[in-house]
């Protein structure tokens, strides 16, 4: 008898157990200022992402006309090398995320900040022993982080600051319940669930879209879901 196809991707997730700790998720919620806040968000992202040993962001500032690091991890002493910044400046200049091998141990990641089209900065990570198939995992990784950074700059001069404060604790809150759970599925069901309660919604759906169809991956508050679900794109 044939086995019934999973719907579970087996894709690994690349995630490190001090992503968990709770001080360091307390130090974020809790930060008074922008500087703080994009420190500890820099300590989660490294702890995000397994054999990440340094770290760094950098923003431009318009009153120095120029790009400056705000944040390293774990230290200024230990983080600033050649390596890093030099894959910083090629990010910058590319405007683009890279993946630069340093040598057969060492690779630096680099992605773009953009605020509204506008090129506003990079991040750039030097994880130790990153493979063709980690890599573009550890990545994607560094692209979500990258969503709780954008919220907090783009609502940094904002009156609502409550609202802001909401907003950055929903982000995270669905962040770590993701990350929490190993399974692919598993995780996306429980996302789109909590989105769907979150926004008052009567479903949520989640899927990837290939060429010009959409395949359905997950559906809130459903359990399975027909293969018939999947739609084409005009």
Not at 8 to 15: L, M, Q, R, S, V
Not at 217 to 234: M, R
């Amino acid at each position: 008898m044939k086995q019934p196809k999973s719907h579970e991707p087996t894709i690994p997730f690349n995630i490190g157990p001090a992503f968990l700790e709770p001080q360091a998720w307390d130090a974020l919620t809790q930060a008074s200022d922008l500087d703080s806040y994009i420190s500890s968000w820099l300590v989660l992202l490294c702890a995000s992402i397994v054999g990440t040993e340094k770290g760094v962001v950098i923003l431009y500032q318009p009153a120095k006309n120029s790009y400056n690091p705000i944040a390293f991890w774990p230290t200024e002493a230990q983080a600033k090398t050649d390596g890093l910044m030099q894959a910083s400046e090629i990010a910058l200049a590319q405007k683009k995320g890279i993946c630069r091998r340093q040598d057969d141990t060492y690779s630096q990641l680099a992605y773009p900040i953009r605020e509204n089209n506008e090129l506003s900065g990079v991040v750039t990570l030097e994880v130790r022993g990153l493979t063709p198939s980690s890599a573009p995992i550890a990545m994607r990784l560094l692209q979500w982080g990258l969503a709780g950074l954008l919220l907090a700059l783009k609502n940094t001069d904002s009156p609502q600051g409550s609202s802001r404060e909401a907003a950055l604790q929903s982000v995270l809150e669905n962040i770590a319940l993701v990350l929490e759970h190993q399974g692919f599925y598993k995780a996306t069901m429980l996302l789109v669930t909590q989105l769907a309660t979150q926004l008052n919604c009567h479903r949520v759906a989640l899927g990837w879209v290939t060429a010009h169809h959409y395949r359905l991956i997950a559906l809130s508050h459903h359990v399975t879901f027909s293969e018939k679900t999947q739609l084409s794109l005009p």
